[in-house]
T-cell receptor, first 111, second 115 residues
């Protein structure tokens, strides 16, 4: 079983929809939770991160962590075609240096 | 200046041949990471450098894989006697200092195809 599980999609939504992307993890030692966005044939770029449980908002993006259920979410409001990409969740313990990634969810926002 | 650069961007090789992949991190970044991205597998950590030393090589899948970093800058990932299962995108990232909370900036990757 992978330490971080993520539905690979693809997920297709109409422009303007609210998108919900999710991951689950198994290692309770994970403390930092990140979301990366990866466009086709590019490297991942960090969107946002949260520490421990709670919400964090940045523009149209909200990251949510529920440590009790080991559940990570990313919400995208008013989705745009430019949001079409693969979204990867990632975690790490805080004492180490390597990120543990989910497989990524491919999102397509259609006009 | 520039972001993380990797070369070549694409590499096609025959099974059994050796390949070298290069990563040029952001200037001043002391930490450098190699990941492998395979279809359906997500990003898998391979190795981490702090300066020129590699305190964590735990992700290297076999002894055919090795990496070095010189001058605290450029890194080379070498795969000897390539196998078809080595086909993947190899991504390099760098960060200002070690620790995952420090943003890791990724290069565009090298797409390796082993025939």
């Amino acid at each position: 079983q992978k330490e971080v599980e993520q539905d690979p999609g693809p997920l297709s939504v109409p422009e303007g929809a609210i998108v919900s992307l999710n991951c689950t993890y198994s290692n309770s030692a994970f403390q930092y939770f990140m979301w990366y966005r990866q466009y086709s044939r590019k490297g991942p770029e960090l969107l946002m991160y949260t520490y421990s449980s709670g919400n964090k908002e940045d523009g149209r993006f909200t990251a949510q962590v529920d440590k009790s259920s080991k559940y990570i979410s990313l919400f995208i409001r008013d989705s745009q075609p430019s949001d079409s990409a693969t979204y990867l969740c990632a975690t790490f313990t805080g004492g180490g240096n390597k990120l543990t990634f989910g497989t990524g969810t491919q999102l397509k926002v259609e006009l | 200046g520039a972001g993380v650069s990797q070369s070549p961007s694409n590499k096609v090789t025959e099974k059994g041949k050796d390949v070298e992949l290069r990563c040029d991190p952001i200037s001043g970044h002391t930490a450098l990471y190699w990941y492998r991205q395979s279809l359906g597998q997500g990003l898998e950590f391979l190795i981490y450098f702090q300066g020129n030393s590699a305190p964590d090589k735990s992700g290297l899948p076999s002894d055919r894989f090795s990496a070095e970093r010189t001058g605290g800058s450029v890194s080379t990932l070498t795969i000897q006697r390539t196998q078809q299962e080595d086909s993947a995108v190899y991504l390099c990232a760098s960060s200002l200092s070690p620790g995952g909370i420090e943003t890791q900036y990724f290069g565009p990757g090298t797409r390796l195809l082993v025939l």
